[in-house]
């Protein structure tokens, strides 16, 4: 069920769903997560924009606790929820998803300057 949802949220952000053809000024995002200290083996990283504002969303797979969002495909200047889903070792569940650890939502501002951000988080602050 995840996996459809991020793939939904995929196929949203390159089609523009809610962007209404702006043109944006995309930055390419790169970065690092880690978990208590433990980098983050993988995830994902979603940046959705705040209510009310008009910002290019975007995605990236984190592997091996970097993140690199695709050529001109990271987000525009403006201010984002990001939202990271953190996935664990272990088999693939019967709805294809693997088993998930938690997910992690952070407001945050990115400047037409940021191309890099690294995010700490405790596995306390992972919600299932």
């Known amino acids: 069920m995840l996996i459809r949802i991020l793939l939904l949220f995929m196929v949203c952000t ?21 978990i208590s200290g433990v980098p983050l083996k993988a995830g994902k990283i979603m940046f959705t924009g705040v209510e009310g504002t008009t910002v290019a969303n975007s995605m990236a797979l984190v ?15 403006g201010k984002y929820n990001v939202v ?4 664990g070792d272990g088999p693939v569940g019967e709805d294809g998803d693997p088993p998930l650890l938690g997910s992690y939502r952070e407001e945050k501002t990115i400047s037409a300057d940021q191309a890099s951000m690294s995010f700490s988080i405790e596995k306390g602050d992972l919600v299932q």
């Open 14 to 34: 390159v089609s523009g769903c809610g962007g209404g053809g702006e043109n944006f000024s995309r930055i390419d995002v790169s970065g690092e997560v880690s």
């Open 84 to 87: 990271i889903v953190a996935f």
């Open 63 to 77: 592997a091996d606790r970097k993140f690199k969002t695709a050529p001109n495909m990271g987000p525009s200047a």
